[in-house]
């Protein structure tokens, strides 16, 4: 079964430090580029982070710039996301993505982010 | 940044009729559109790429269309476990991906 579960969230202070990680299984993960997207409490979803295949080329959003790291392990076929300075405003539910490159019947590649891991909620509070 | 602006935020219909949420893009995105149905305290399930393609295993009651900034999402006849949150998102102008603040599909 292709799947993606994360882990690490939890409580932490304003200026803190975690680590969240997200296990693959199921698919070549070494093939897939990912992503980290966050939902706030009763809010939209904000993708948050990117890293290909074999961590060539990282992106961030810019709220989350200099803060946060992406990294990967494709031996171990694990995503990760080091947060660190953390704000009130970095609460929410982090997801990974797996992003999967398409092609249509002309050869025209689409890109998608067709699996999803179940979350992992970060709260940042004192 | 590549802004993306849903309506309704909130449709409400009746089961078995028809549902069309709407997904603007503030430049083009081409055809590099997603769209994503999530329901409370579950992960968001991709519907729609590329615009117009159902993804594995989406019912054809489901279908995309539009492209360079207008799309649109289109439910034929709504079934009990279609009530939902609906997210556009684009990746064509990235980074950042950006998705569309969601329509919130209601009971009638």
């Known amino acids: 079964e292709v799947q993606l579960v994360e882990s690490g969230g939890g409580l932490v202070q304003p200026g803190g430090s975690l680590r969240l990680s997200c296990a693959a299984s199921?698919?070549?993960?070494?093939?897939?580029?990912m992503n980290w997207v966050r939902q706030a409490p009763g809010k939209g979803l904000e993708w948050v982070s990117y890293?290909?295949?074999?961590?060539?080329?990282?992106h961030y959003a810019d709220s989350v710039k200099g803060r946060f790291t992406i990294f990967r392990d494709n031996a171990k076929n694990s995503l990760n996301l080091q947060m660190s300075s953390l704000r009130a405003e970095d609460t929410a539910v982090y997801y990974c993505?797996?992003?999967?490159?398409?092609?249509?019947?002309?050869?025209?590649?689409?890109?998608?982010?067709?699996?999803w891991g179940q979350g992992t909620m970060v709260t940042v509070s004192s | 940044e590549t802004v993306m602006t849903q309506s309704p935020v909130t449709l409400s219909v009746s089961p078995g009729e028809r549902a069309t949420l709407s997904c603007r893009a503030s430049?083009?995105?081409?055809?590099?559109l997603a769209w994503f149905q999530q329901k409370p305290g579950q992960a968001p399930r991709l519907l729609i790429y590329?615009?117009?393609t159902r993804a594995t295993g989406i019912p054809a009651r489901f279908s995309g269309s539009g492209s360079g900034t207008e799309f649109t999402l289109t439910i034929s006849s709504l079934q009990s476990e279609d009530f939902a949150v609906y997210y556009c998102?684009?990746?064509?102008?990235?980074?950042?991906?950006?998705f569309g603040q969601g329509t919130k599909v209601e009971i009638k």
């Open positions: 199921g698919f070549t993960f070494s093939n897939h580029e």
């Open positions: 998102q684009q990746y064509e102008n990235w980074p950042p991906y950006t």
């Open positions: 890293i290909s295949s074999g961590s060539g080329n990282i």
């Open positions: 590329d615009a117009s």
């Open positions: 430049q083009s995105v081409s055809s590099n």
């Open positions: 993505a797996r992003e999967t490159r398409y092609y249509d019947t002309s050869g025209r590649p689409a890109d998608a982010f067709d699996i």
